[in-house]
């Protein structure tokens, strides 16, 4: 197999639209923080207008790469280089600056307001390192790593709307009813998208740039093998997150059916 010693660079000339996007998410999120819940309690404010940011993030986020990934689909005919390790195209690159832009404003977010969400902040770093690395320094590889995202966000909506209820469960019956109906189905997706079809996908793609060492030296050896580690750890801890709810959620089943059944005595 012929190997490119040339490796992809960004376009000359390629807008960036990080810097609109900035703007437009640090915008909302100050509404949500200063308006929408404003008679919020200090911690669940923040959080609540983390939540409101993401709403604006997640479901336009997954359309966009699902965009980029049917367009390069048809344009690849078939082929594994054309389709994961071709320079990125203006499509990729719409979606990568709208990523990183977001994920900076919710890692500013944590920073001055959660430093102690270790686990978060690790997240988002990594999340901006190969956002960042895949659209300013390799060029290249968003075919491989749009997919992924796809499937991140396909469940955002769902899991921001259930986190809100799950802060104010305790005040508001609505609240505790809406988090305990979407519990489930939330769970459901989650686990499909994050612990089945993404480590699938993932496999294939470190297999693909393993194999052809980077689709022939398009994808620099540094930057997919990095995006291995950082990846392979992200889905990790999403598996170990998905599965805790689920063993939290079937023990609260048990408990509640030992009360009822306690009490029918």
Not at 156 to 162: D, E, G, I, L, R
Not at 208 to 215: H, I, L, M, V, W
Not at 216 to 221: D, E, F, I, S
Not at 255 to 261: A, H, P, Y
Request: net charge positive.
């Amino acid at each position: 197999m012929e190997v490119h010693a040339i490796t992809a660079t960004p376009r000359a000339g390629a807008e960036s639209m990080f810097l609109p996007f900035l703007a437009m998410f640090a915008s909302i999120y100050l509404v949500g923080f200063f308006i929408v819940f404003r008679g919020w309690g200090p911690r669940h404010r923040a959080e609540a207008a983390s939540c409101f940011t993401s709403l604006f993030h997640g479901t336009p986020a997954a359309l966009l790469a699902l965009r980029a990934v049917l367009s390069r689909h048809r344009a690849a005919g078939g082929s594994l280089p054309a389709l994961l390790a071709a320079p990125n195209a203006a499509a990729d690159d719409l979606v990568l600056d709208f990523s990183t832009a977001y994920f900076a404003v919710d890692l500013a977010h944590y920073l001055l307001f959660l430093p102690g969400e270790a686990l978060f902040v690790a997240h988002h770093l990594a999340t901006l390192y190969v956002l960042a690395t895949c659209r300013h320094a390799a060029g290249a590889g968003a075919g491989a790593l749009l997919p992924l995202e796809v499937l991140a966000e396909a469940t955002s909506a769902a899991q921001n709307v259930w986190t809100l209820a799950g802060m104010r469960r305790l005040d508001s019956p609505l609240a505790a009813r809406v988090h305990a109906a979407l519990s489930p189905p939330f769970y459901a997706a989650y686990t499909a998208a994050r612990a089945a079809l993404g480590p699938a996908w993932f496999v294939r793609m470190v297999r693909f740039f393993y194999e052809s060492d980077g689709g022939g030296g398009r994808v620099p050896a540094w930057a997919w093998a990095s995006w291995t580690v950082v990846i392979g750890a992200g889905i990790a801890v999403s598996i170990l997150w998905v599965g805790n709810l689920w063993l939290a959620y079937f023990r609260e089943r048990k408990e509640s059916k030992q009360l009822r059944s306690s009490k029918q005595q």
